[in-house]
Structure formats: structure tokens, C-alpha cells
């Protein structure tokens, strides 16, 4: 059965922004796609905007400063940051055991349950295929 099925989608979920930058801190993620070294998130909670940035030694959550309906999505994307919409759900089972990284708290964040996904660019690949279905 697909994972789908097994989610249930929240009504009055806010919207979800992924966002994927090749810009890191840590010389060892290197190997990453270039562009996709990092991704973090934003949230349209309908008061506002907040920030959810997973980092390597600990994580950020944070209301930003801008207008609840300032385009805050297309401002990052005018800054070099590629950004996708996420869909939420909330699978009615318990997410698979995996390491604490920046693509691990967003899945989480948006109830994506795939074991397989580690990277960015895995993550960045499933949610455009998620948006633009062949």
C-alpha cells in the first residue's frame, strides 16, 4: 500500500516551504550536490513566518520579521535559494529510526515517511516529483 494511504492530511496545516542551498559551514558535506548541501524550512502559520533550520550542532526556530503576506518564498529565491511548497501529513504510524541531519528534521517537519532519503537532493527530487508527477 502507498504511503499515502497510510497518512492523513491536516486540514488547516499551515504552508510548508523547503528550501535547499549549496552554502554550509561543514567542509566535510562537500561531496553534496552542489546547491543542495543544506536544506531548511519555512512556515506560513497564517500570523506570520517562521524559520526551522536544522543545524549541525543544534536547531533554529524562530518568527521572522516580515509581513504574514510578504512573499517571503520568492525573496529567498531571488537570493539563490531553490525552493519547493511541501505537503503535510500526519502517518498514523511512527517515522524509522534515522540520524539527527537537516534532511531527517524536515522530513519529520513535513510527516515524510522514506528511509532512503538522506540527502538534499533526494529530498529536493521527491518533493519536485511529489509537485510535477510524470
Not at 523547503?18 to 512556515?43: D, M, N, Q, S, Y
Not at 549541525?56 to 521572522?64: D, K, Q, S
Not at 511512527?94 to 539527527?100: D, R, S, T
Request: charged residues 15%; hydrophobic residues 40%; proline residues 11%.
Amino acid at each position: 500500500m502507498s504511503e499515502m494511504a497510510h497518512t492523513k492530511p491536516s486540514p488547516q496545516s499551515p504552508r510548508i516551504f523547503v528550501l535547499f542551498t549549496g552554502k554550509t559551514e561543514l567542509r566535510w558535506l562537500g561531496w553534496l550536490k552542489p546547491g543542495f548541501r543544506h536544506c531548511l524550512a519555512i512556515i506560513d502559520d497564517g500570523e506570520g513566518w517562521l524559520l526551522l533550520d536544522p543545524l549541525a550542532g543544534y536547531l533554529t526556530v524562530e518568527r521572522l520579521a516580515v509581513p504574514a503576506g510578504w512573499d517571503l518564498p520568492g525573496w529567498y529565491q531571488s537570493v539563490g535559494y531553490t525552493v519547493l511548497p511541501a505537503v503535510t501529513a500526519r502517518p498514523a504510524k511512527q517515522a524509522p529510526p534515522g540520524p539527527m541531519t537537516c534532511v531527517e528534521a524536515i522530513k519529520r517537519l513535513i510527516g515524510l515517511h522514506k528511509p532512503l532519503i538522506i540527502t538534499p537532493h533526494q529530498l529536493y527530487r521527491h518533493l519536485q516529483a511529489m509537485h510535477h508527477p510524470s
